[in-house]
C-alpha cells in the first residue's frame, strides 16, 4: 500500500467525522480499515496532509487538533 493511498483514505475518513481531529482519533478512524496504523505513522499522514494545505493544525492545551481546510480563510 503506498503512503499516498493511506492519505487519501486517511483525509476521507477525516472529512466524513466532519469535525477536528487529534491524532488518536485518526488511528481510531483508520481502524478495521486496511490502511489501519500506529500512531507515529498516522501522525506522519496528519503532517502531510497538513503540508498539502488539506487539513490546518492548531495546537490547545490539550494537545495538537488537526481542521479541515476549504474556503479562503482556510477553516471549514
Known sequence: MSDLTRRDHLLAA?????????????VQLLNGSPWAS???????GLRG???????T???TDQG????LTT????RS
Not at 64 to 67: A, I
Not at 71 to 74: H, K, M, R, S, T
Open 49 to 55: 496532509l497538513a503540508r498539502h494545505g488539506h487539513l
Open 38 to 44: 500506529g500512531r507515529n505513522t498516522v501522525r506522519k
Open 64 to 67: 495538537r487538533l488537526y481542521h
Open 57 to 59: 493544525p492548531v495546537d
Open 14 to 26: 477525516i472529512r466524513q467525522h466532519g469535525r477536528p481531529v487529534t491524532t488518536e482519533l485518526a
Open 71 to 74: 474556503g479562503e480563510d482556510g
